[in-house]
């Protein structure tokens, strides 16, 4: 998730990614930094598709599986 601090001593407001378990944590190690809501917190989408962060390891397991395909099954497999 993302979170906006402010620095209580200069005043400077900034965003820090967390998870929500470690936020407490953070807290406790950073008692200069007050929270303040600038929106709503949001949480970090990924973008692309899984098939684009696999590696290239996986990518030869597809095409293995994909040439013992028939071929009117094997566009069902996309790779990259």
């Not at 979170?3 to 950073?30: C, P, W």
């Not at 200069?32 to 990924?46: D, E, F, N, W, Y």
């Amino acid at each position: 998730m993302l979170y906006d601090f402010e620095n209580i001593e200069t005043g400077e407001v900034k965003e820090y990614s967390m998870r929500l378990a470690d936020y407490d944590e953070f807290i406790k190690n950073n008692p200069h930094l007050k929270r303040v809501m600038l929106k709503a917190p949001s949480t970090i989408a990924g973008t692309g598709s899984v098939v684009s962060k696999t590696d290239d390891g996986w990518k030869e397991v597809q095409q293995k599986m994909k040439r013992g395909l028939p071929p009117s099954l094997r566009d069902n497999i996309r790779e990259k």
